[in-house]
């Protein structure tokens, strides 16, 4: 199994793209051009990291935030998986203090990523989506993510490295999404020994998972550009658990998601990173 340096070196490179803000109901808002660059240097042991955002007229003029950084380690609270993939956010969620996660994922010439973020009263407070494309190369944008692309049955591998780093063998996943009628759908997810199944109504561009078996309570898919999506619970509640979700339909038929998970005193446990297959 690689270290979690190495597979931070799997995102190297130059990457131009964008931030976009995104409203919860999926409405794009405000954008703004970004370069990349993670360099390696004396034989892989330090990496550059330097963040540069533009204004609306775009690359042909100055930055408007020019951010670097050297690193050399990397802290326990983001942790990368085989593919490139990872995840990175708040340790804890205590009382009157923001929260919020980040999620990236890496295909060939493409990485997606998404930050979520609440405000200090556990309410959720803004996405942005983030779509990288490697530099010189044709790489482009997946279509928007619709209903009808989750549908069906999804095999896969889980894949999750806990909060003091143990990693256990991956578990086989099972998704079955299926549209009920117009306006709900149903899925079941099964893993190990464990099988959960919920509704879910359809407004828009939003999933909301209500009732039994949500774990943090009520829940929200939003599904968003480039084939991402995010799941949160709509609200954030002391003392009890809840995970937070974001994923990426990398191609027709494959998808990634990675998962942060939190117990009930607000602790983060560990990160599942979901490969799945779409068979039927």
């Known amino acids: 199994m690689a270290t979690n340096w190495e597979n931070f070196l799997k995102n190297q490179g130059e990457w131009r793209g964008s931030f ?6 999926g409405d794009l808002l405000e954008s703004t051009p970004s370069i990349l660059t993670l360099e390696p240097s004396e034989n892989d042991t330090l990496v550059t990291f330097r963040l540069r955002r533009f204004g609306p007229e775009g690359y042909d003029t100055p930055p408007i935030q020019d951010y670097q950084q050297e690193y050399r380690s990397l802290g326990r609270q983001i942790i990368f998986f085989g593919t490139g993939a990872f995840s990175k956010g708040s340790l804890q969620l205590p009382p009157f203090s923001a929260f919020g ?4 994922f890496v295909a060939g010439d493409r990485r997606s990523r998404l930050v979520q973020l609440y405000t200090p009263q556990q309410d959720f407070e803004s996405l942005t989506l983030i779509r990288e494309f490697r530099s010189g190369t044709e790489a482009q944008e997946r279509p928007p993510l619709t209903v009808g692309q989750l549908l ?3 095999q896969g591998t889980a894949q999750t490295i806990h909060a003091d780093w143990y990693a256990p063998e991956p578990v086989a996943t099972h998704l079955e999404i299926r549209q009920v009628d117009e306006r709900h759908l149903e899925q079941v997810l099964s893993f190990g020994h464990q099988r959960i199944a919920s509704t879910a109504r359809i407004e828009g561009r939003t999933l909301i998972f209500e009732g039994q078996g949500q774990q943090g309570g009520a829940r929200q ?3 968003l550009p480039d084939g991402a999506s995010s799941n949160i619970p709509v609200k954030l509640k002391l003392r009890q658990p809840f995970f937070v979700e974001a994923g990426w339909l990398v191609s027709d038929r494959d998808r990634q998601r990675l998962i942060r998970h939190y117990d009930e005193k607000g602790t983060w446990t560990g990160c599942t990173h979901v490969i799945e297959h779409k068979v039927s």
């Not at 976009?20 to 109901?25: F, H, I, M, N």
């Not at 996660?101 to 990236?104: F, H, K, P």
């Open 20 to 25: 976009t803000q995104v409203s919860l109901q």
């Open 101 to 104: 996660a980040e999620y990236g």
């Open 152 to 154: 069906g049955e999804w």
């Open 221 to 223: 898919i939003t599904l």
